[in-house]
């Protein structure tokens, strides 16, 4: 059973930086890709970032490109999200997920391709 834990969301003002932590359980966390996902009051999941099995390649939502970057430590079983620049539309429950897929062909952005979820956390930005 894989369990995945989020945290590091918080209220923070437009402009400023977060950073959020996916704890997973399982020995095998280090074999798989991961993704980071975020769902807005009455908007559908949107894929934010992935990131493969080694942290050598990793995609980005183009909302979201130049600002956030996806690292993981497998040493830890832990994927982050560093949050730069910070703007009032990436206000969102901040969820990260693992791949179907141990290593697939390319870094999907479908949240179909993601199997295990974490509970979420909550970012918010102000002005």
């Known amino acids: 059973q894989v369990q995945l834990v989020e945290s590091g969301g918080g209220l923070v003002q437009a402009g400023g930086s977060l950073r959020l932590s996916c704890a997973a359980s399982?020995?095998?966390?280090?074999?798989?890709?991961m993704g980071w996902f975020r769902q807005a009051p009455g908007k559908e999941r949107e894929f934010v970032a992935a990131i493969n099995w080694s942290g050598g390649s990793t995609y980005y939502a183009d909302s979201v490109k130049g600002r956030f970057t996806i690292s993981r430590d497998n040493a830890k079983n832990t994927v982050y999200l560093q949050m730069h620049s910070l703007k009032l539309e990436d206000t969102a429950v901040y969820y990260c997920?693992?791949?179907?897929?141990?290593?697939?062909?390319?870094?999907?952005?479908?949240?179909?391709?993601?199997?295990?979820w974490g509970q979420g956390t909550q970012v918010t930005v102000s002005s």
């Open positions: 997920a693992r791949s179907r897929v141990r290593v697939p062909v390319r870094l999907q952005q479908s949240q179909y391709e993601y199997d295990y």
């Open positions: 399982g020995r095998t966390f280090s074999s798989y890709a």
